[in-house]
């Protein structure tokens, strides 16, 4: 049997290589296809469904870590992505472990709602705060459909990280 400490490290080993991996995939170009004009952000994907299974210290800290790999990746500036996630993943860990169990049902409503506020935040910041013009063409032809797909990636993404947490965890066995 492993220590606590190992399986720990094992596990946000497993995690930080799920990262890496959705930020390369995320960011090749051609590798994924454009949906409705807009690629899924697979990184939102694994920090929501990390957060879900671990505590609020590392949710924060993997949050954190995706965040500024998706501002690198999609808007060339760490900000908005890693401040958002990182709050996000915070209060999804803590309702997760504390309020709300963290079954399927309740993490579509965490992950609907995160996916929702994250993405709103980002149209905030970057195109109604300095006035784009046209904005509102680029909410409807990608931010919606990046929403939608983000959302929906994230569903098989739960079940990957609670085959991670479940069989690299010693509290649940």
Avoid at 88 to 107: D, E, H, R, S, T
Avoid at 126 to 154: C, E, N
Wanted: hydrophobic share 60%.
């Amino acid at each position: 049997m492993m220590s606590d400490k190992a399986t720990s490290f094992f596990r946000y080993l497993a995690y930080v290589i799920e990262l890496i991996l959705m930020f390369v995939l995320s960011t090749t170009p051609g590798l994924m296809p454009e949906i409705f004009g807009a690629k899924p952000v697979l990184l939102i994907c694994v920090a929501l469904t990390a957060a879900v299974f671990e505590r609020e210290i590392p949710a924060m800290i993997i949050g954190m870590l995706s965040g500024i790999l998706a501002d690198i990746a999609y808007s060339n500036s760490i900000g908005v992505f890693t401040i958002s996630l990182t709050v996000i993943c915070f209060i999804v860990g803590y309702a997760a472990n504390n309020l709300i169990v963290a079954k399927f049902l309740n993490y579509l409503l965490y992950a609907a709602v995160a996916v929702g506020i994250l993405f709103m935040l980002y149209f905030l910041v970057w195109f109604v705060i300095p006035g784009v013009k046209d904005m509102w063409s680029y909410f409807t032809a990608h931010l919606i459909s990046r929403m939608v797909q983000t959302f929906l990636f994230s569903i098989p993404f739960y079940f990957i990280n609670r085959f991670i947490y479940s069989r690299l965890n010693t509290e649940m066995g």
